[in-house]
Nanobody
């Protein structure tokens, strides 16, 4: 069983910054890719950024140059530093983790419960 605990969301004015984090705990053999997705009201969930265990990073075009994803492998935690926030960044941000089960080394994918980020104009 794996638990993902997200934190750091909140309300910020346009142009401001926030950092959100997601810590994975529980029983697993390894964590591979970690990432963030977001879903705004009335819209589909979309990729924000991902980072592999080797450090390869992918960003959505809409956040390039403003958001930075990073991870601390020792803490099994992924971070998203969000700068120059815009009202259109308002959404629920979900953590997503690819990992391998401890017993059978099977691939699994988990979602966090989400953290609200609201950017006021």
């Amino acid at each position: 069983q794996v638990q993902l605990v997200e934190s750091g969301g909140g309300l910020v004015q346009a142009g401001g910054s926030l950092r959100i984090s997601c810590a994975a705990s529980g029983s697993f053999r390894s964590i591979n890719a970690m990432g963030w997705y977001r879903q705004a009201p009335g819209k589909q969930r979309e990729l924000v950024a991902t980072i592999t265990s080797g450090g390869s990073i992918n960003y959505a075009d809409s956040v390039k140059g403003r958001f930075t994803i990073s991870r601390d492998n020792a803490k099994n935690t992924v971070y998203l530093q969000m700068n120059s926030l815009k009202p259109e960044d308002t959404a629920v941000y979900y953590c997503n983790v690819d990992f391998r089960t401890e017993r059978w080394n099977l691939p699994r994918n988990y979602w966090g419960q989400g953290t609200q980020v609201t950017v006021s104009s």
